[in-house]
């Protein structure tokens, strides 16, 4: 089965610090890797998302590192705020898979 | 401006009921998706549409079923509600081709419980 494994599936940072989430790939055909936001009560909402022909997208201070020959790739979230509190899903799409495929979710806690 | 409504935020039904979940979106997407979210299980897609009156089951299509009649309209149902179907329920929408700047577009999901 063609999976998204994402780590950790929870994580406490404190205000000003670095957020890291990270996924890993089976599917070499993937050719588009998107990190959805999801706060409580809300539909998860597409946050930045990256092709495998770059290694690393920046918005703000939200960053996608990419591996393409370790088939992983990470969210940085830089100077972590207690707003940026939400889960975080990673997806891998692309290939004979018509659907987009989804971590299992990282749930961020950002400490005052 | 909401692109994906989901007729209702919060369900309860009881445990042997026919539930009906009805999502519409105003985007003119092709794609059609409903998930279910449960604690550490993420979200697993139960059934999925490409075009109106088409059906693919998802990883968890058991005890459910799906209509398209139209195509801003995707409808969950629950033949026979049980218990276990206690959960978040997710209704998404995209082009044909998803990429860079579209993707997913997500209702804000109804919770259902049944008892």
């Known amino acids: 089965q063609q999976q998204v494994k994402q780590s950790p599936q929870s994580l406490i940072v404190q205000k000003g610090g670095i957020s890291i989430i990270n996924c890993a790939y089976e599917?070499?055909?993937?050719?588009?890797f998107p990190w959805y936001q999801q706060f409580p009560g809300k539909g998860p909402a597409l946050l930045i998302a990256i092709r495998p022909d770059v290694s690393e997208k920046k918005e703000g201070r939200f960053t996608i590192s990419f591996n393409k020959s370790a088939k992983q790739f990470s969210l940085h979230i830089m100077d972590s705020q207690p707003g940026d509190s939400a889960t975080y899903f990673c997806g891998g799409y692309g290939g004979s898979q018509g659907n987009l495929i989804f971590g299992k979710g990282t749930k961020l806690s950002v400490k005052p | 401006d909401v692109k994906v409504t989901q007729s209702s935020r919060y369900l309860v039904k009881r445990t042997g009921e026919k539930v009906f979940l009805e999502c519409v979106q105003d985007m003119d997407h092709e794609n059609m998706f409903w998930y279910r979210q449960d604690p550490g299980l993420g979200l697993r897609l139960i059934y999925f549409s490409y075009d109106v009156k088409m059906k693919e089951k998802g990883d968890i299509p058991e005890g459910y079923s799906v209509s398209r009649e139209k195509k801003e309209r995707f409808s969950l149902i629950l033949e026979s509600a049980s218990t276990n179907q206690t959960s978040m329920y997710l209704c998404?929408?995209?082009?044909?081709?998803?990429?860079?700047?579209?993707?997913?577009?997500f209702g804000s999901g109804t919770r259902l419980t049944v008892v």
């Open positions: 998404a929408s995209s082009l044909f081709h998803i990429g860079q700047g579209n993707g997913y577009t």
């Open positions: 599917n070499t055909a993937f050719d588009y």
